[in-house]
């Protein structure tokens, strides 16, 4: 999942562009390309926030049982 997360963020990169590293936006010349970074972005970080939340739960049920000991 950090790896989709990732490749998303790169490709990110290439939908907005970098004005530091001299990188122009890719939308004007490839059409679909906005709308799979789009899809992509959503599809790589709604599961990496569910699974984030998955574990900060997981830490809290552990640490009551570990308070009631």
Known sequence: MASATGAAGVGY???KGNNHAGWTKICN???SFCRHIAASI???LLPSVA???LVW?????????????
Do not use: N, P
């Open 51 to 53: 699974l984030l939340l």
């Open 13 to 15: 990169i290439g939908f």
């Open 57 to 69: 739960f997981s830490v809290f049920v552990l640490s009551k049982k570990i308070s009631r000991s």
């Open 42 to 44: 959503a599809v790589s």
């Open 29 to 31: 010349v490839y059409g």
